[in-house]
């Protein structure tokens, strides 16, 4: 290298667009107005399309009904207003070989832009009409007077007046000017080579100005592992900054053997899937420094097992242990069903004769009021209460703990930065160890990179003796009278169902609603004579336990519910899962709320139903044809792209521009062990200040991503 060092990104984000050759003022102004502001900005917008020229096809070549792309001139334009008062542009195009037409309905402003002499290339799928061939409403690329085989096309904007021509132009100035010096590139040559990847500066000049789309592909994929890189980079350095940061609690053994008299009772040997995952967990407490572990299981692959022997090991080493879930009502039913399981169990302690005393587990909600909070609260604060269930408010409101070890977060909704910190506020001179357990699967690159500071752990077995869900559609009123037959036949061969309502909007009072005239339509008719039960979030506690108690031991036939029965729910003689307006749901509660049905001996039954006859709905075709988790947890990826993963509100420098978690998925597991290996133990990074240096310029705050569901 010589003397004078190469262009870091940090230089390229310091000198103004405006500085480059034809951006005057108006044009900075536009410029600004899309977001571009630096000559970087500018380098990272990189073009929507490539159009080959030797590749195109030639009018004469096109078929009829296929999508093809043409580069042509325009030869006239006209515009009139056809019936319902549209507005029609006309055109006729040519390219040499031939001739074709088209039309644009509805957007008037095609006649300005597309003018006589004009080359543009046409992107759409040709028809015949009036004998000749047209194409309607074809994507349109001005591509200008740029020559070359490849010619870039940008996101232009019609309203900030850019075309792709003038910014191909200022990117080719930019470029023209960096050459001399070149740029620099932040990842070790050897790394490089070892995974085949192109030099940094070859893959932004090769994206903007390829010579051929085998080049386009190369820089492509150069370019969107440095967005992945840079992501991963941030989160391990994370992870191993949050290892550092905090000394973890240390357990000792106060010999009560909590955990082995768990296994003692558990009715069920644990399968090697828990086992395994136990065993993670278990090293993570023993290490020095706190745990931060995601659990990921599909519905019913058994994790709260898992959580109450990880909780169990935290009060066998002499501090406590809590359990965050999202709502209320699912700390009511895990305080339940925990209570259940640790039915018995003793704790050590000195100041009995007998040496032990009954494992107190408390739940604390909001709704636990008066001298019971009280006598929670005081319990907390002493260590008298081992174990607590609640919502996140455990962590977040005046809640004090003797000692809090380990806290289990059933996550819904993302247990993020503020959430942590909250946790670690509550320690004493050492951070507690922290696992988090989704409440449905996520794809493993997006895992990685929504969770990437956590270990992850996989519980990929479901328990033995589960009999596969059979999933059916029930589209449209005519269907749905056949799933009340089956309700009644599977109730009278002794089993119960369970009938989820609406959702509608957000509302709570209107899921009430609707639920409470669902109950009753089925009560006076297609369930008549059978015993109903309602449950909603507006139910009284009392009332609930009542009618919770009343199905689990077969006084009730159905249960008429709104989501409240997502999780937690488990009554194996339930075999029917009926979900109305099930287009309403997403995959994911869609695959909770069927997971409560398949936990017995007998075959189960969902039906989604929809109050309509619909065309398609690729969701509920997933959910019937597959009974996965983790693969269902791909296609929501790919319909729902990653939009909603991703917080998308993130303004200025959006890190992810070409990658793409969904379409790049070896990549992302590539960039997870090259940062894994370049942070190594040193998350200052001092050997790759480059590297470092670039990821704190681009890449945002990580931690608020949506995962919900
Ligand atoms: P989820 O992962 O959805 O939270 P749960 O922890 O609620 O699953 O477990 C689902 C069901 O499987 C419960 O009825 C539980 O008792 C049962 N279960 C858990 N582990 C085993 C096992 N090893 N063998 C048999 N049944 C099990
Ligand atoms: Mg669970």
Known sequence: MSAVSRITLRELAEIDVGRLARVGPKKREALASVG???????LMTYPRRWVDRTNEAHIEDLAIGVEALVLVT????SKRTGRNRRTIVDVAVGDGSGRMHVVFFNQPWRDRQLTEGLQVALFGKPDVYRGGLQMTNPIVDLIGDRTGRIVPIYPQSDKAQLSTWEIAGWVENAIDRARPRGIGDPVPPAVLARHELIGRQPALFGIHAPESIAEQRTSRRRLAFDELLRVQVALVRQKRALEQAGRGVEYEDRGAGLVAQFYARLPYPLTDAQQRTIDEIAADLDRTFPMHRLLQGDVGSGKTVVAVSALLRAVDGGHQGALMVPTEVLAEQH????????????????????????????LLTNRVTGADRAAILSGLASGEVDLVVGTHALIQQGVEFASLGLAVVDEQHRFGVEQRAALRSKAGESVPDLLVMTATPIPRTAAMTVYGDLDVSVLDELPPGRTPIVTHWANGPLEESGVWDDVRAEVAAGRQAFVVCPLIDESEKLQVASAEETFERLASGEL????????????????RERAMGAFRTGELDVLVATTVIEVGVDVPNATVMVILDADRFGIAQLHQLRGRVGRGVHTSTCWLVTSQVLEENPRLTALVDSTDGFQLAEVDLDLRGEGTLMDTAQKGRNDLRLASLRRDRALVELARVVAIDLVGD????????ALRDEVDLLVAEREEYLTRS
Do not use: Q, W
Request: aromatic letters at 2%.
């Open 335 to 362: 305080a339940t069903s925990i209570r259940a399981l640790l039915d018995g169990l003793t704790v050590g302690t000195a100041d009995n004769l007998f040496g032990e005393r009954p494992l107190r587990l408390e």
């Open 528 to 543: 008549s004579g059978l015993r109903l039960g309602l449950l909603h979030g507006r139910v009284v506690p009392a009332e």
């Open 36 to 42: 571009v502001d630096t000559v970087l900005d500018l």
């Open 74 to 77: 325009v030869r006239s334009v």
């Open 682 to 689: 040193d998350p200052e990074m001092s050997e790759h200040a």
